[in-house]
C-alpha cells in the first residue's frame, strides 16, 4: 500500500530470538499504529504513536517494544519471540480525524 | 472481553443480492464506527463510517445503519459484487479516544 512500507513481508523466527518489523511512512502524518491480526480475532492494538518521541501501550504490549525518533519510522521490537507471538503484524498511519487508518500491507510472522 | 463483536464469521451471497453484516458492541462510550475491508495479504482499507449523531451514511452500494439503543451496528452492500469477496471488520472509537476497536471479521464470499 502506497506511503506505508512494512518490512519484511515474510518471516520465520526461533523462539528466543529477536527482530525488528520496519514502518515507514512517507505521507508525514504524527499518528502511527502497530497491531497484530490473530485469525477469527480481530486486529489487535499493540503500541501506537502521537508524534516522534511519544509512544503509548495498546492492547497487547508485552513481549513488544517500539521507538519513534522520527516522524516517518515506527519500528516494532519483537524480544524474546515466543510461538504466541506467531501472526500478521501491520502498521497504520491516522489519515484525517476519527481514525481513518491507511494500513501497510503487512508482516507475517511465525515463531517456530 | 471483546468490546465490539461480529457474531457471523462468514457469509456467502449470490451476486447481484443484499449482503448484510452485522456487529454489536458494548462500551456505551463509542461514538464513532468505522468499517474496513480486507483482501488476502493486503492492509485493511477503510470503507465508511459513521458517527453516533447519525443513524445512517450511505457511499454507493455500501450504506451503514446504526441503532444506539441495541448497540448494533450492519453493513449492507447492495448489490453484491465478485469483487467484494473479502473480509469485513467493523471498528468502534470512543469519543476523544485515538484508538479503533475490532470485531473479529466476517468473510464475504460472493458467488457469480
Known amino acids: 500500500n502506497a506511503g506505508v512500507t512494512q518490512t519484511p513481508k515474510f518471516r520465520i523466527l526461533k523462539i528466543g530470538q529477536s527482530m525488528t518489523l520496519q514502518c515507514t511512512q512517507d505521507?508525514?502524518?504524527?499518528?502511527m499504529y502497530w497491531y497484530r491480526q490473530d485469525p477469527g480475532m480481530g486486529l489487535k492494538l499493540i503500541y501506537y504513536s502521537v508524534g516522534a518521541g511519544i509512544t503509548d501501550k495498546g492492547e497487547v504490549p508485552n513481549g513488544y517494544n517500539v521507538s519513534r525518533s522520527t516522524t516517518e519510522d515506527f519500528p516494532l521490537r519483537l524480544e524474546l519471540a515466543a510461538p504466541s507471538q506467531t501472526s500478521v503484524y501491520f502498521c497504520a498511519i491516522r489519515t484525517g480525524t476519527n481514525e481513518k487508518l491507511f494500513f501497510g500491507s503487512g508482516t507475517q510472522l511465525s515463531v517456530l | 472481553d471483546q468490546q465490539v463483536k461480529q457474531n457471523s464469521p462468514s457469509l456467502s451471497v449470490q451476486e447481484g443480492r443484499i449482503s448484510i453484516l452485522n456487529c454489536d458492541y458494548t462500551?456505551?462510550?463509542?461514538?464513532?464506527f468505522l468499517w474496513y475491508k480486507k483482501y488476502p495479504a493486503e492492509g485493511p482499507t477503510f470503507l465508511i463510517s459513521?458517527?453516533?449523531?447519525?443513524d445512517k451514511n450511505e457511499d454507493g452500494r455500501f450504506t451503514v445503519f446504526l441503532n444506539k439503543s441495541a448497540k448494533h451496528l450492519s453493513l449492507h452492500i447492495v448489490p453484491s459484487q465478485p469483487g467484494d469477496s473479502a473480509v469485513y471488520f467493523c471498528?468502534?472509537?470512543?469519543?476523544?479516544?485515538?484508538?479503533?476497536?475490532f470485531g473479529g471479521g466476517t468473510r464475504v464470499l460472493v458467488k457469480p
Open positions: 462500551n456505551s462510550m463509542f461514538d464513532y
Open positions: 505521507m508525514n502524518h504524527n499518528y
Open positions: 459513521i458517527s453516533s449523531i447519525k
Open positions: 471498528a468502534a472509537k470512543k469519543a476523544a479516544g485515538n484508538k479503533l476497536t
